[in-house]
């Protein structure tokens, strides 16, 4: 799971004539929707497969230094992690969301996956993973990730047909949908801090202790910048 705030920053929003006229602005969204929408599942699929492809290679490399049985573990002990951290977060959010608006629970949310994530990244190490199941876990923690981004941008899609369908503007379920595009680089990046720290974690356990600031830190950083990357105008 990942925190992402949706905001809109469309220049015919702009456009006087373009806010009192409704045919203009489904107009404009129904664009969003050619454009963006598809060019997120897209992105979403090449996730997934690049995502698969080097948690295969990995896996590889662990069954011939290891065997079978390491490879496994490493796998569904990754897996079960992404979940239960998830899951944490899901739970965050939806308790916050009751109290508050959702953009704060979003980000609770968020930070709350983060925090658990070098925990999880610990006890894949105390299993015993050396730096190539450490490469796997990495490679299993960024399919995770892919796949459910490829699930938002179906989730996205069938929002954006239900919206049409009912005559709904399905310019903000598009922006929000080509979101997904933008979360590429996240999820890469947190495969590669998942291998890092499950590797660092196996020389020197005390180390969760500076990692779970910084990846706190980190999604902090991440949010502002997505938070920027979506208040920019179309094509810019």
């Not at 890469?188 to 196996?202: F, W």
Request: aromatic share 2%; net charge positive; proline share 5%.
């Amino acid at each position: 799971m990942e925190p992402t705030t949706t905001t809109t920053g469309c220049e015919h929003c702009a456009d006087p004539a373009h806010r009192a006229d409704p045919a203009r602005r489904a107009e404009s969204g129904s664009t969003a929707e050619a454009v963006d929408t598809p060019k997120a599942r897209r992105q979403a699929r090449v996730l997934v497969l690049s995502g698969a492809v080097l948690a295969g290679a990995a896996g590889a490399l662990v069954v011939a230094r290891s065997g079978a049985g390491p490879a496994l573990l490493t796998a569904v002990g990754t897996v079960a992690g992404w979940l239960l951290v998830t899951a944490a977060g899901l739970l965050v959010l939806a308790a916050a969301r009751g109290r508050g608006s959702l953009a704060r629970a979003t980000v609770l949310g968020g930070l709350t996956t983060a925090a658990l994530t070098p925990l999880v990244c610990l006890a894949l190490a105390l299993l015993g993973a050396a730096w190539p199941e450490a490469l796997l876990a990495g490679a299993a923690w960024l399919l995770c990730g892919a796949v459910a981004v490829a699930v938002r941008a179906r989730a996205y899609q069938r929002l954006l047909s239900a919206g049409a369908a009912d005559g709904a503007r399905p310019g903000a379920a598009a922006a929000a949908g080509s979101s997904a595009g933008r979360q590429a680089g996240w999820w890469l990046g947190q495969g590669v801090a998942v291998a890092a720290a499950t590797a660092l974690l196996g020389a020197v356990p005390a180390a969760v202790l500076v990692l779970v600031p910084l990846a706190v830190v980190g999604a902090v950083a991440q949010m502002r910048g997505g938070q920027r990357v979506a208040a920019r105008p179309h094509g810019r």
